[in-house]
């Protein structure tokens, strides 16, 4: 079935160091969307990306969509302790209403 | 605004037994629903989703079953748990209305088999 292959899996940084979270799709994509989990919590959405090449920032967070909308990143600018969780893109292409998620990467920031 | 509600939020149960975990979706009608689980340090595996009442489709095949007695209502049970239940159960929607499939989790379950 179709799958969204998300790297890396774990990611430990020194805070304000910066972070980034890749996600690729063997198919083209009409849209991908972005969710953070904070530990103990649960999923929340955060964005999500529809045009081809497009770029949308949220403070520190900056989400692209690839040219061939088949790949995506969320790159955190200068991390931060309240950061720490695991961001999951997912692909919500499906026109039965699935969405259909990558494997997530956590984010440990070390103080 | 739509809210999610999702209970109880934590459970401790013998292997065997029943389980009943229960969501209620306000402020919205017709809403796609679905039951997704994450096991301890995992990513989110969906289980169910329904787009109306009557109409579950059920993704991973296992000893657990959905039902959607009302429009707004979702419900997760099994009639006998397995130790590899355990996790963290997650209740969430979507409005069908809207592009992109953007769902909204309630604060989820923590199911504990022992």
């Known amino acids: 079935g179709q799958q969204v292959m998300q790297i890396p899996q774990y990611q430990h940084v020194q805070e304000g160091e910066d972070f980034t979270t890749y996600c690729n799709s063997s198919?083209?994509?009409?849209?991908i969307q972005w969710y953070k989990q904070r530990p103990g919590g649960h999923p929340v959405f955060l964005i999500q990306l529809v045009k081809s090449g497009e770029v949308k920032k949220q403070k520190r967070l900056t989400f692209q969509f690839g040219e061939a909308k088949k790949n995506s990143s969320l790159h955190i600018t200068a991390t931060q302790t309240t950061d720490v969780g695991t961001y999951f893109c997912?692909?919500?292409?499906?026109?039965?209403?699935?969405?259909?998620f990558g494997q997530g990467t956590t984010l440990q920031v070390k103080p | 605004s739509q809210t999610i509600h999702q209970w109880p939020a934590t459970l401790v149960q013998p292997v065997g037994s029943p389980l009943s975990l229960e969501c209620t979706v306000e402020?919205?009608?017709?809403?796609?629903l679905y039951w997704y689980r994450q096991a301890a340090g995992r990513g989110l595996q969906l289980l169910f989703y329904?787009?109306?009442?009557?109409?579950i489709s059920s993704e991973v095949p296992q000893n657990l079953s959905a039902s959607r007695p009302q429009d707004r209502q979702f419900i997760l049970s099994s009639k006998k748990l397995l130790l590899s239940d355990s996790g963290f159960y997650l209740c969430?929607?979507?409005?069908?209305?809207?592009?992109?499939?953007?769902?909204?989790f309630g604060e989820g379950s923590w199911l504990t088999v022992v």
């Open positions: 198919t083209t994509l009409s849209n």
């Open positions: 402020g919205t009608s017709n809403p796609n």
């Open positions: 969430a929607w979507s409005d069908p209305r809207r592009r992109g499939n953007t769902i909204y």
């Open positions: 329904s787009i109306g009442i009557d109409q």
């Open positions: 997912a692909d919500g292409s499906s026109n039965t209403g699935k969405l259909i």
